[in-house]
């Protein structure tokens, strides 16, 4: 019985992993699928915050903030 | 009892891969025309495959220099599902040696590699040598394994 309570949810559970070979993953190699923002969005999302924050060098560059880029 | 049957799906698993030693069954030497009396580099490639834009081009080198050879050939598997695509990336990257192009991936699960791109020797329809992976300078490496292999380029 311990055997068999063992081995069944290890056949059933089974037929549910799938690992993606090597040569399957042209999705997962796509663009999108890295997970980084593009250069260009990121660059317009930095000049939205820094204009909303009135600061320049939001993201590790040194400076004061005048507010007016 | 867990352990053992992690074992068996684990050698299961492994045993169907072509491995060092194993010999290629007669369905794939035909379907890729492999000649037993040359040494075979078959390259496994994909148009997504960044590495695989890094290596062709050497390879393709290589190809130049020896395709005279009568003891070598080179041959490229394209993996891509779309024949479409796979020709217009093998346009783009230039490429002049022989292309299976295998648009539904029976080939490469046969031979299972670990990563793309992927490099079988094969010498007398056996498998003498597998190289998988991003390899810089891939032209020379393919060279010395030649040579180590008896192949005089």
Redesign the interface.
Same mark, same amino acid.
């Given at each position: 019985v311990k055997i068999v309570f063992t081995l069944l949810p290890l056949i059933l559970l089974s037929g549910c992993i799938k690992e993606v070979q090597p040569w399957e993953k042209e999705t997962l190699s796509s663009e999108t699928m890295t997970g980084e923002i593009r250069e260009d969005v990121e660059r317009y999302e930095q000049h939205i915050y820094f204009s909303k924050e009135a600061s320049k060098g939001g993201s590790g560059v040194g400076g004061g903030g005048c507010g007016c880029n | 009892? $867990?352990k053992s049957?992690l074992l068996v $799906?684990f050698l299961t698993l492994s045993l169907s891969a072509y491995r060092v030693g194993d010999s290629v069954d007669s369905e794939t030497i035909q379907k890729l025309k492999i000649d037993n009396e040359k040494v075979t580099v078959v390259d +496994?490639f994909?148009s997504?495959? %960044?590495s695989c834009r890094k290596e062709l081009p050497l390879v393709s080198k290589l190809y130049r220099e020896t395709k005279n050879s009568s003891q070598i050939e080179i041959l490229g598997v394209d993996?891509? %599902?779309s024949r479409r695509r796979g020709l217009r990336f093998q346009k783009r990257m230039g490429i002049e040696f022989r292309v299976h192009n295998d648009e539904s991936?029976e080939t490469? %699960?046969k031979f %299972?590699? +670990?990563?793309?791109p992927?490099l079988y020797y094969i010498k007398d329809g056996k498998i003498v040598k597998v190289r998988v992976g991003a390899i810089p300078k891939i032209d020379k490496i393919i060279r010395k394994d030649l040579k180590s292999m008896g192949v005089k380029l």
């Open positions: - | 009892m $867990l049957v $799906l +496994f994909a997504w495959c %960044k993996v891509d %599902k991936q490469i %699960k %299972k590699p +670990f990563g793309m992927s």
